[in-house]
């Protein structure tokens, strides 16, 4: 009875918020698009992301400058999302869960971002449709493939929901590997973000046995890539690691963006 009223109380709260931040006509200064929204929030979410976890990216120029694709991730604590966004030269379309999204205010700035829900521990055909769509426009969609934040230190078995999408939409995934565990508000620790190439999964059938191989794959490579991390930050962050990827800090990017792909539409129809 009490997680019914909760459950009522927050949706209410949150329906209220819309209205209100709707109302002011905010999102109409980006024309409601993330691609336009972000390379401004970076400004603003990198230092804030820095600070709170002294971090550095790697292979960042691994990362495709444009088309669409899948970026899979690992995950470990609650920095993630803002460390990645702000170790990313691309905006990113995170698939976030439903019950964050639900949050007043707070869920609708992520929205604002490109961030679309997904219920967890259930098929979210909806999710998936707009992922596929977002990919299909030329957008980076990112996953955290393990479907939930891992416990025990290190990354866990990827979940085929982000493979499917980026076989049946024929575009690459982008593995990332996250050294994170341990960091909480008050132990802020040094993160670090590496970026793998992009993998090609066209030659993969588009069924369930394709999935799941593809999810082999990718898992190989994420955790090749946390491994990397780990020790980048236990070596204090060279200039370069041994597979020759670069360090870099925050991708901040010029205010005027010449080119970019069209606005999603349906991220578009859910932040309005």
């Known amino acids: 009875m009490l997680d019914s009223i909760v459950t009522v109380a927050v949706d209410r709260a949150s329906k209220l918020g819309r209205v209100f931040l709707t109302r002011l006509g905010i999102p109409q200064l980006w024309r409601r698009d993330p691609e336009v929204l972000w390379p401004r929030m970076r400004w603003f979410v ?58 007043p205010i707070v869920g609708e700035v992520l929205q604002w971002t490109g961030a679309f829900p997904v219920r967890r521990g259930e098929g979210d055909r909806e999710s998936v449709r707009q992922a596929r769509e977002i990919a299909r426009e030329g957008h980076m969609v990112g996953v955290f493939v393990e479907g939930t934040r891992q416990r025990l230190g290190y990354p866990g078995r990827v979940l085929p929901g982000a493979m499917m999408i980026a076989l049946q939409e024929g575009v690459p995934v982008v593995p990332c590997g996250v050294y994170s565990f341990g960091w909480s508000p008050r132990n802020r620790m040094s993160c670090a973000v590496v970026w793998g190439e992009p993998i090609d999964l066209s030659g993969l059938p588009r069924s369930g046995r394709g999935h799941r191989r593809a999810a082999d794959i990718v898992g190989a490579e994420i955790l090749r890539l946390w491994r990397q991390a780990a020790e980048a930050v236990s070596a204090g962050f060279p200039e370069a690691l041994p597979d020759g990827a670069l360090r870099a800090g925050p991708a901040y990017r010029p205010l005027r963006v010449p080119t970019m792909p069209r606005p999603s539409t349906s991220v578009k129809k859910a932040a309005a």
Do not use: Q
């Open 46 to 103: 990198a230092p804030v992301a820095m600070a709170l976890a002294p971090s550095y990216g790697y292979g960042v120029e691994r990362v495709p400058a444009s088309g669409g694709g899948v970026i899979a991730s690992n995950h470990l604590s609650a920095i993630d999302p803002p460390l990645v966004g702000a170790l990313c030269p691309r905006a990113i379309f995170y698939m976030a869960k439903a019950e964050l999204l639900a949050l």
